[in-house]
Structures are given as structure tokens and as C-alpha cells.
Nanobody
Framework: QVQVEESGGGLVQAGGRLRLSCILSRGSSLGDYSMAWYRQAPGAEREGVACMSWTGNDDRTSYRNAVLGRFTISRDHAKNTLYLEMNNLKAEDTSMYYC???????????????????????WGQGTQVTVSS
């Protein structure tokens, strides 16, 4: 079983920034997985924020419109870590943020999804982001 762990959440003032990190358990290489960030606010459905996959050195990313231009998903294979850089945070960004992973053999090698939770086999327990206005 692959374990996923997020960190970096916290309380930030509107207009501020945070960087979330996601690591996979030992023995699981980030390069073998398509990755995503989802979020869920109280009383709302879980929604995709950004996702990332790759073919060789060619990265493929998708973002939901609400965060486009403000959030950036990236990876550091040497650190086996996925990041979500969040800039110009808004109160509406307040959510529990989840990191998700699926082995690339189960989906297209260059594919990822921010529209279907069922794509992902492994989920972290979340890190809370709260934005005050």
C-alpha cells in the first residue's frame, strides 16, 4: 500500500501565499505516478485543483479555472516530493487539501485528472488551509 502525506497547510491572510508538499512512502517513486491536488471545503464536494503527469521530460499539467494563474503544481524527483505553490490566496480557497496518486500503468502515461476522484488509488489525509479576509 502506497502512503501519501501532505504538509504545509496553515492560516494565512488573504493575498498571502503557501506552499504545500506531498511525499510518497519509501519505495514509491514519484516518477511512477500521476499526481493531483484536490480540496474540499465544509459542506462542499471534493474538487480537483491541479494535476500533473509526464512523459520523459515533458510535463503535463491541468488546473481548475478558479486557481489558474495563482497556483502552480510542480515536482522534485530528487526529493520525491510534489508541491502546490499557492499565491494570492483568497477566502474561497479555504479547504482541506488532499494529495492523490495513481500508478501510471493504470492510466495514460501522460494523463491526469482533476475531474474524477476515482482516477486516483492513493490519498493523503489532508492538510488544512485557512485564508482569513
Amino acid at each position: 500500500q502506497v502512503q501519501v502525506e501532505e504538509s504545509g497547510g496553515g492560516l494565512v491572510q488573504a493575498g498571502g501565499r503557501l506552499r504545500l508538499s506531498c511525499i510518497l512512502s519509501r519505495g514509491s517513486s514519484l516518477g511512477d505516478y500521476s499526481m493531483a491536488w484536490y480540496r474540499q471545503a465544509p459542506g462542499a464536494e471534493r474538487e480537483g485543483v491541479a494535476c500533473m503527469s509526464w512523459t520523459g521530460n515533458d510535463d503535463r499539467t491541468s488546473y481548475r479555472n478558479a486557481v489558474l494563474g495563482r497556483f502552480t503544481i510542480s515536482r522534485d524527483h530528487a526529493k520525491n516530493t510534489l508541491y502546490l505553490e499557492m499565491n494570492n490566496l483568497k477566502a474561497e480557497d479555504t479547504s482541506m487539501y488532499y494529495c492523490a496518486a495513481v500508478h501510471r500503468t493504470r492510466v495514460g502515461y501522460d494523463a491526469c485528472s482533476i475531474g474524477s476522484q476515482s482516477w486516483y488509488s492513493y490519498w493523503g489525509q489532508g492538510t488544512q488551509v485557512t485564508v482569513s479576509s
